[in-house]
């Protein structure tokens, strides 16, 4: 058997089991709807019975009292039993949408919650675009799957079982044709929908979400493809993307149809059968013309709602294919997690030790830090500088604790990161990037976000610190411009003021800079220059150093080397240090910065 096949009933024990678990978030509902809905179906059962009961009164002879009496009852009968019918059903309607949209909300609210809390590496691995068609999709297959088993599927087959033991109790044999032409259609019906539609169908599915990942990675980087005047050739990816999508779509689709003309065929045999018996009891005298329109009421109640089983099979295994993604989001361990008794940390100083600290990205990694031990004193300015990939960015992760360490401790103010919550943890270290991302949202709004509820007082005192109140009352709407996605209406200056205007109103006692002047002009450098050094003040400053010339003032200067803290210092200390990595990185960006003057 191969791999894909192992899969596929892997994706209904998983999806069935995790909407059963939401149904019973909302017991009083869920029973609402079954109620309504199966005492519907239950009304509908015993009209056959009516119906041949009045077929029977009306063909009985003369006119006569018992006869009407007979009719009346009969009449009576069917329709007390639409009227509860309809009732019933009108229950279940009104209990599915709250039920249903609850269970959306619920879904789509722990799905985006658990993506949220998942791993850095998760997020560097997975398009965005992707991960919201998984979740969208899921949410909306939800829907299909609530609606198909609770209004179709349960009620179908409650009139298909008791119909058969009905119509069994008065022609046994009758009975049996149809109990054994139901159970062939639904099982040929499920095998279809299992073996055969749905490995076509997590195909497809896998390629829709590709175009959203498609989509969305051309959208993010649009400015990248106009500089280069690259519409056309986007244009050409999505295209070929689509149409693999559309070949997978086009084989699943022709298997929904070759399935039901096999789902016909079983009906058409069935229907046969069934009428066929019917008018030879009538000819053998064994059924009077009420029995055999029972025997047809009963028959075409049973071939309406196997045909619809049909449908609701099909649409089951197509909603269980669409939240499948989304169910194993939901099944997706969260890496970087809490300890169970987790307590909220709390840093003053804001002294980082390391101790014997052991790192590697991932099992299967080579090994970044061997038992790296270093002490940064509350309120010291470090610098880390070294060629690339040689733990800078790393250190500056595992002080976050968006890895966890491999062995050893990591210690702030002599608490263990790895014991505290990380929300408290994160919400005391204030992070300016190299590239700082804005939410599509107020300048105030991405000023803000590190002090959720601060009034627009903080807010302005916080930009003119970072030297962002100038430019900003600048625009057209001040500090209510909407920055667009990631920003980019303001200018790589621009985000840098307001990342840095967020971190002053986060006021955190631990800070961490990445060199945030490393592409920037000379007067927006100035700026942000000053405003660095009015953040550093007070606070234990991290620094990622790619231009040395910014970490000649720190207190002290750590230079990676393979993992290794080859050396540290001041930058006076290490640059009389002959033959030294930090002095040979100095002389290679003087003598760069020299070569590029005298082209210029």
Request: with cysteine; hydrophobic share 45%; proline share 2%.
């Amino acid at each position: 058997m191969t791999a894909q096949a192992d899969k596929r009933p892997i994706a209904i024990r998983a999806v069935v089991p995790f909407v059963f678990r939401q149904w019973l978030l909302q017991p009083y509902r869920a029973a609402f709807v079954l109620v309504g809905f199966l005492g519907a179906t239950a009304a509908d059962l015993f009209m056959p019975i009516y119906s041949g009961h009045l077929v029977d009164a009306l063909t009985s002879g003369p006119y006569h009292n018992a006869a009407r009496h007979a009719a009346l009852a009969a009449f009576g009968g069917i329709v007390a039993l639409g009227l509860v019918s309809m009732i019933l059903r009108l229950i279940g309607l009104h209990a599915i949408v709250p039920f249903t949209l609850k269970t959306m909300s619920d879904v789509a609210r722990e799905a985006f919650m658990r993506v949220q809390r998942f791993s850095t590496d998760w997020h560097t691995n997975s398009f965005a675009g992707s991960s919201v068609r998984k979740i969208t999709r899921g949410m909306w297959a939800l829907d299909l799957l609530n609606t198909t088993i609770l209004m179709s599927l349960l009620p179908s087959l409650t009139v298909l079982v008791g119909s058969m033991i009905l119509l069994g109790l008065h022609w046994s044999a009758l009975g049996g044709v149809v109990a054994i032409g139901a159970a062939i259609y639904v099982v040929v019906t499920m095998m279809f929908a299992v073996r055969y539609i749905a490995p076509s169908a997590r195909v497809s599915n896998a390629w829709d979400t590709k175009i959203g990942g498609t989509l969305a990675d051309a959208l993010t980087c649009n400015a990248v493809v106009k500089s280069f005047g690259a519409e056309e050739r986007e244009d050409e990816r999505l295209a070929r993307t689509i149409n693999r999508w559309r070949v997978r779509c086009l084989r699943t689709w022709l298997r929904y149809n070759s399935a039901a003309m096999a789902q016909l065929s079983i009906l058409l045999c069935l229907r046969m059968s069934v009428i066929g018996g019917s008018v030879l009891l009538w000819m053998e005298g064994l059924a009077s013309p009420g029995d055999v329109t029972y025997v047809l009421t009963s028959y075409y109640v049973i071939h309406a709602y196997l045909r619809e089983v049909g449908m609701y099979i099909n649409n089951l295994q197509r909603s269980v294919n669409d939240m499948e993604e989304l169910v194993a989001i939901h099944d997706e361990p969260i890496e970087i997690a809490d300890v169970s008794d987790a307590k909220p940390i709390a840093i003053e100083g804001g002294e980082i030790v390391f101790e014997d600290v052991t790192f590697r990205y991932g099992r299967d990694c080579v090994q970044l830090y061997d038992r790296l031990s270093v002490d940064i004193s509350a309120g010291e300015r470090v610098g880390l500088v070294g060629r690339s990939g040689s733990g800078k960015t790393t250190f500056v992760k595992l002080v976050q604790r968006l890895y966890d360490v491999s062995g050893g401790r990591i210690l702030i103010d002599g608490q263990d990161i790895a014991l505290a919550t990380q929300r408290s943890l994160r919400s005391q270290i204030a992070v300016v990037q190299q590239e700082p991302i804005l939410f599509h949202r107020s300048l105030a709004e991405n000023i803000a976000y590190g002090r959720p509820g601060a009034d627009m007082g903080a807010i302005e005192r916080a930009a003119r610190l970072a030297n962002a109140h100038e430019f900003i009352l600048r625009l057209r709407k001040g500090y209510g411009t909407l920055v667009g996605e990631r920003g980019v209406k303001l200018s790589g200056g621009e985000r840098q003021r307001v990342a840095l205007a967020r971190a002053f109103l986060a006021d955190a006692p631990v800070l961490i800079l990445d060199e945030a002047t490393s592409s920037l002009d000379s007067e927006s450098e100035v700026l942000i220059q000053e405003a660095m050094e009015r953040l550093m003040r007070g606070r234990t400053s991290i620094v990622i150093a790619h231009r040395l010339s910014t970490v000649r003032g720190l207190d002290r200067i750590l230079v990676f080397d393979g993992g290794v803290i080859a050396e540290q210092g001041t930058h006076a200390a290490l640059t009389r240090r002959a033959g030294g990595i930090y002095r040979r990185l100095l002389e290679s960006q003087a003598t760069e910065v020299g070569r590029i003057s005298a082209a210029v």
